[in-house]
């Protein structure tokens, strides 16, 4: 069926790095952009980034912009998400979700995976 | 990149109607037709309800309804069931490549 399965999360301390990553199947990869969207304990979402299904353009929040990197590997049906410099309010379920290509809808979504910073 | 305005709660009894409004501006919310609805139960992901300001994905109830005037967006649950009870956040485009979420609204079935 289709889906996206979050893996990757963990603790890691101020500063730290860490990789996210986003395995879709059900569906064909290269024709659908996937969005990061994250979720601070007890708070609402807040989109992160997403990137054209060609690769060609990337788009991030203000709050990552300069830390995280997205990108996507189709060989494997994969999307990436690059952390560098995490600060402790970067501490959040990570989800990634579907473009349903209806104005910017996410129309599947994973489970999500937490990542937590703290020393 | 500041929220969409939502109201922090709202409520009514089964069988009544609510309707959770989502304020933005020229940027966003009034300058497409790109507003989403998402439906978030405590500890699940969130489920996408509206799509385009008034379109219901397959398989979401038809008492779930979309609509926008000017810079603010508005869904309506109608016939509130208890299983209607959880978040709602509105999402939107904006300028330039982004997309930004309203701050949710805790829905209560009294």
New interface residues.
Partial sequence: QVQVVESGGGVVQPGGSLTLSCAASGFIFDSYVI?W?RQAPGK????VA?MWSDGS?K?Y???VKGRFTISRDSSKNTLYLQMNSLRADDTAIY?C?RD?Q??????V????TTVTVSS | ?S?LTQPASVSGSPGQSITISCTGTSSDVGG?????W?Q?HPGK????MI???S?R?SGVSNRFSGSKSGNTASLTISGLQAEDEA?Y?C???RNA????????TKLTVL
């Fill in positions: 969005h969207v609402g979402l807040e989109w997403f353009q788009f929040g203000d709050s989800y979700a349903g209806a104005g910017y809808d996410m129309d979504w994973g489970q999500g | 990149q929220a497409y037709n790109f507003v989403s998402y978030q992901a969130p489920k996408l799509n385009e300001v379109n994905p978040d956040y999402s939107s485009y490549g982004s997309v930004v979420f309203g701050g949710g």
